[in-house]
């Protein structure tokens, strides 16, 4: 997961909230509806309308984000129906700086969790959870990791959560945590983007291919790179000296150049949507396929590693006419975004035992969150596969 800038999707107007195409409804100013109320010196009889209408404008959104605005208690409420009842059980799922994130209940406080499909290992936040009785979630004794009392799609046993302060990420959300692969492999894990939907299905009750390719979705293989709890995976372009990291990775093709690319949806890459991060091994492939990718010093970035650190990021711009496509089961594209921002990652000698596609040999990528994010992500470890629909 990366985060690099704190950008939310819900915006207010004084006067009424807009309908999006997909479905969902926001407010579209700038300000938080109590301030436009003092900016303006509203009376307090038209406060309490303003209110209101953020109220109604909100429960329109789900009862997950009005519960936070509002301070009311029922959070995480299963959200309607989806149209395919195959993808199994459902919960809220809310767009926030570009990532999705999901109300989870922890020894009787609730809090945001990211759904983090770039992570293979979760993480709490004690002090960004949502304020409420008792204090805040705490390890087992004689531990500093494992937790009992999660709520996630129903109660689980003790769980192991990296200890992490996220309060420094900016946004409408407090990150009170994130949802990695070491609690999503067990499960068909489908995230609905359009719909605010997070559905989870068991492999016996998931659905058929015939029944995916009839709504629209298209599989890419996610084959050695994701999978189930002690399923084999190779990694072919990760370094052989370390495990493989349990993460969709898929094909991608840039002109005639082929990696493969993580699914981050952590990666919150709002600044410059949409962005793909890249490794010096692609990026010489690509030179050696003709593509020439374009300095664009202005957009460098400077990112922290878990060595403690700084990692220089180099940005560039594909030239016009070229895409980033990534490439289905049959080779076809299922998805092509032109426009796109190379992040060039060089990880430096010193953070080398952090990991990541900088470290690795063969051409490899990350994908910005905003790449998946206006549709619907289906990640099926039990195939090895994911399935994606793009947005309207």
Same mark, same amino acid.
């Given at each position: ?28 100013? !700038? ?35 009005? =519960? ?42 609730? =809090? ?114 994701? =999978? ?9 372009? !990760? ?15 840039? =002109? ?107 051409? !490899? ?28």
């Amino acid at each position: 997961m990366e985060s690099r800038l704190g950008r939310g999707v819900f915006r207010y107007r004084e006067s009424h909230c807009q309908q999006l195409p997909i479905g969902r409804y926001r407010w579209v100013s !700038a300000a938080p509806p109590m301030a436009v109320a003092r900016r303006f010196r509203l009376r307090p009889f038209r406060r309490i309308l303003l209110r209101g209408l953020v109220a109604g404008c909100l429960a329109l959104v789900g009862p997950a984000l009005a =519960g936070l605005a509002l301070g009311l208690p029922a959070l995480g409420e299963p959200s309607p129906t989806s149209a395919l009842p195959c993808l199994g059980e459902t919960r809220s799922l809310i767009l926030s700086s570009g990532m999705p994130y999901t109300p989870v209940r922890l020894q009787g406080r609730t =809090g945001f969790f990211v759904v983090d499909l770039g992570a293979d290992g979760s993480a709490i936040s004690p002090p960004t959870f949502l304020p409420g009785r008792g204090s805040a979630p705490r390890p087992m004794a004689g531990s500093v990791d494992r937790f009992e009392g999660l709520e996630f799609f129903g109660p689980w046993g003790p769980v192991r959560l990296s200890v992490q302060d996220h309060s420094g990420i900016k946004g409408p959300i407090p990150q009170a945590g994130l949802i990695g692969t070491d609690l999503l492999q067990g499960h068909v894990i489908t995230l609905d983007y359009a719909r605010g939907l997070l559905h989870r299905a068991e492999r016996e009750s998931f659905c058929s291919e015939a029944a995916l390719r009839l709504a629209g979705f298209a599989p890419l293989s996610t084959s050695d790179y994701y =999978g189930t709890a002690g399923a084999p995976l190779r990694c072919p372009a !990760a370094p052989r000296r370390s495990g493989c990291p349990n993460i969709p990775t898929v094909p991608v093709r840039i =002109g005639h150049s082929l990696a493969v690319a993580q699914i981050d949806t952590g990666n919150d890459d709002g600044r410059h949507s949409p962005s793909v991060n890249i490794n010096r091994a692609w990026l010489a492939a690509l030179r050696a396929a003709g593509v020439k990718p374009q300095r664009w010093p202005e957009a460098d970035l400077s990112l922290s590693t878990c060595a403690g650190v700084a990692e220089q990021v180099w940005a560039y711009r594909l030239p016009e006419g070229l895409a980033l496509e990534l490439v289905g089961s049959d080779g076809r594209a299922v998805r092509r975004l032109e426009g796109v921002t190379l992040f060039l990652k060089d990880t430096p000698a010193a953070a080398g035992r952090c990991g990541g596609i900088g470290t690795w040999q063969q051409p !490899a990528a990350q994908l910005g969150a905003s790449v998946v994010n206006d549709g619907t992500l289906v990640v099926d470890p039990f195939a090895q596969r994911v399935w994606f629909r793009p947005g309207p």
